[in-house]
């Protein structure tokens, strides 16, 4: 018959587990303090890094991409403020000029494009815009991103849609207050294959359903939410079905 642990051993093996438990925390907090001190490092040579290459982060919009990659990797974002360390590249002042840019180009094309733009058609208009001056570095679809992003933030109705594969003309830039869900951003998915297939944004209710495999009234439901915000046009006169377009897909072949 085995015999019950005694009181002695209980509280010896509550020590020993106590003891572990205490040498495991200490462990934690060396390797915690251990990758800090390695991330202050890291993050010291990135700040070198980036004063000694400042102008070519300014100019070329690959090599500024790899650097936001970069600052990425150990939590550093160079455009959430205008001042610090980080205002000495001006790329603080690059994304928030560029950002009001972006909302200035929304607002004045909404009234077309219904408040959706593509990012290749949005970055050709702003290219417009600035002109060819000298002191305007070249502007990318990804620095558009980057700058739209942020937009994001302020609430005011701004957001990136993705609406193919995450290539960057599948991207679309929302300029107005509505709630897209996953549905709409299918649809919109939907306008975007047809407009590059046939040169044209206009969908039916039938197309939703074969493309997407969804019930009838999911398909009204989503179409009809689109037009109510504006996002949408119906044509009736179209035959045998009545169609509807996107016009912020239709500016970008017209």
């Avoid at 925390?25 to 060396?30: A, F, S």
């Avoid at 990135?46 to 004063?51: M, N, V």
């Avoid at 109510?228 to 046009?233: F, N």
Wanted: aromatic share 8%; proline share 2%.
């Amino acid at each position: 018959m085995r015999r019950k642990a005694g009181m002695g051993a209980i509280q010896k093996q509550k020590l020993e587990q106590e003891k572990y438990r205490d040498k495991g925390t200490e462990l934690q907090e060396n390797q915690l303090e251990l990758m800090s001190k390695q991330l202050e490092v890291f993050r010291s040579n990135l700040e070198d890094f980036a004063a000694k290459h400042r102008s070519e982060i300014k100019r070329n919009p690959q090599f500024r991409r790899q650097f936001q990659e970069m600052c990425a990797s150990i939590g550093v974002d160079p455009l959430a403020s205008r001042k610090g360390f980080w205002s000495v590249l001006g790329m603080g002042d690059f994304y928030y000029e560029l950002g009001v840019q972006i909302v200035e180009v929304c607002l004045a094309t909404n009234h077309r494009t219904g408040g959706l733009i593509r990012l290749s058609e949005l970055r050709n208009l702003l290219i417009k815009a600035r002109g060819k001056r000298k002191e305007h570095q070249e502007i990318t679809c990804d620095d558009l991103l980057q700058a739209a992003n942020k937009l994001y933030m302020l609430g005011s109705g701004f957001r990136v849609i993705r609406v193919g594969h995450g290539k960057m003309e599948d991207y679309l830039v929302q300029s107005v207050a509505a709630e897209l869900s996953i549905d709409h951003t299918a649809v919109l998915g939907l306008a975007e294959m047809g407009n590059n297939s046939t040169k044209s944004s206009g969908i039916t209710v039938s197309d939703v359903i074969n493309r997407l495999h969804w019930e009838e009234n999911r398909a009204k439901m989503a179409l009809e939410y689109l037009v109510k915000e504006g996002l949408a046009w119906i044509d009736l006169q179209s035959k045998p079905e009545k169609s509807y377009w996107f016009p912020s897909l239709f500016s970008a072949t017209a």
